[in-house]
């Protein structure tokens, strides 16, 4: 069973983040909070831990898995990206957006679109998500916590726990989050192309 670590939502605790980052280290899967809703996440090198991932979205190698950034430093690692789309990028981080775009070598084949070869691209704006970024130091692999059936994500600690607790090895609580994911943008193509309407405003980045 999940350990369940209740943190602050404004100011998490230092030490359980830490606590959090060390069993993702080994290879631990984890529900965490974010700006938009809770998420599952787990190691970007750590090919059973997203295996376990996908097993529980009961998504395939064709469902592109988001990568969780701590700032658009560390996005220049794993996709490349052009000075238009890094003024984008720019407004739009940290907050509650995906974005689609073309991924380097260093993103692991599993983890790509295997027909496409882009990934999914996003810097949290919520402390506790921020937070264990900074802590662990890297990426993490992302998905949407939102159980096949489900009509929308879980988003309490305690139901996440009840749910799939068995399934997961740690739990960061930090209260309700909302649960309207994240807005999606495709940066691949000539021009940016909302793929999915969310909760970021798509009228902010000055697209239609």
Do not use: W
């Not at 998490?12 to 809770?38: F, K, V, W």
């Not at 750590?46 to 658009?72: G, S």
């Amino acid at each position: 069973m999940a350990q369940l670590l209740s943190v602050h939502p404004v100011n998490p605790q230092l030490r359980l983040l830490r606590q959090a980052a060390q069993i993702i280290d080994h290879g631990g899967l984890a529900a965490i909070p974010t700006d938009s809703c809770y998420a599952l996440v787990c190691h970007l090198d750590d090919k059973p831990a997203v295996d376990r991932l996908r097993r529980i979205r009961q998504i395939d190698e064709r469902h592109n898995l988001t990568l969780l950034c701590r700032d658009l430093s560390e996005i220049a690692n794993y996709a490349r990206v052009d000075n238009l789309q890094y003024r984008l990028l720019k407004n739009a981080t940290p907050g509650p957006y995906t974005f689609i775009l073309e991924a380097t070598k260093e993103v692991p084949r599993r983890l790509s679109h295997p027909s496409r070869k882009t990934i999914g691209i996003r810097v949290p704006e919520h402390p506790a998500a921020n937070g264990l970024l900074q802590v662990f130091g890297q990426p993490v692999i992302s998905t949407t916590l939102q159980l096949p059936g489900d009509e929308i994500p879980l988003n309490d600690g305690a139901h996440i726990l009840e749910r799939i607790g068995h399934e997961l090895d740690v739990v960061i609580d930090a209260g309700s989050c909302g649960i309207e994911p994240t807005t999606i943008v495709d940066l691949t193509g000539k021009e940016a192309v909302v793929l999915r309407r969310g909760r970021g405003s798509v009228e902010a980045l000055g697209l239609t």
